[in-house]
């Protein structure tokens, strides 16, 4: 939005930029407040865009934070091709620092929504966290090189899930609670997903 003599001016831009101006306004603004206080007319402000836009891209205010939840929730498969071609220990020191930037954009939602905070449980956010967190340890997986289908996958895939609870744990003692900061969450998931790739993962597909 631009601001004239005679009042503002909506910018004529794409629907996809739209979409996703608005959805980082509103990742925003549930990161910094709580759910009841977060207005519609505020993202669209903060965005840039007519109210009206909000409801046509996303509906309500409650489809709207879905939306925010899911994408806060879910590692993109993005994030896994963008990982530098080196060894596992580089791939896994780059994935987590990806996690705590994200973390430090919209974890604070994410922590709510798991959390039972917010709008609190129903089954539309038990599914989105549910198909969040698969999609998540499918693409930690392939980020650490561990892809050996049959029944070892989903051996894998319940130790990456058990990690998963660990990151959790470790965003809430970060950016809720203040007792851990951005280095030493770093350094604990870093050294925790090494050791389950390096030693953890050989131990149990032998045992």
Do not use: C
């Not at 130790?159 to 609670?177: D, F, K």
């Amino acid at each position: 939005m631009t601001t004239t003599p005679e009042g503002p001016r909506w910018q004529r831009l794409g629907a996809d930029q739209r979409r996703s101006e608005i959805l980082a306004a509103a990742t925003t603004a549930f990161a910094a407040r709580p759910y009841p206080d977060v207005s519609l007319a505020g993202i669209a402000r903060d965005a840039g865009v007519a109210r009206g836009l909000i409801n046509h891209y996303f509906g309500t205010k409650r489809d709207l934070y879905l939306e925010v939840v899911r994408e806060a929730a879910t590692v993109p498969s993005v994030a896994v091709e963008s990982l530098p071609e080196g060894t596992v220990h580089e791939r896994i020191d780059a994935a987590v620092t990806w996690y705590v930037d994200s973390l430090e954009a919209a974890g604070t939602t994410w922590i709510a929504a798991a959390d039972a905070h917010g709008l609190g449980r129903d089954p539309a956010l038990e599914q989105i966290l549910d198909e969040a967190e698969g999609a998540t340890v499918d693409r930690v997986l392939e980020a650490v090189g561990l892809t050996p289908g049959g029944a070892s996958q989903e051996l894998l895939r319940a130790l990456v899930r058990t990690y998963g609870n660990l990151a959790r744990s470790a965003a809430r003692e970060w950016l809720l609670q203040g007792t851990l900061d951005r280095a030493q969450v770093h350094v604990l998931l870093r050294a925790t997903l090494v050791t389950i790739v390096d030693e953890v993962v050989p131990t149990v597909l032998d045992a």
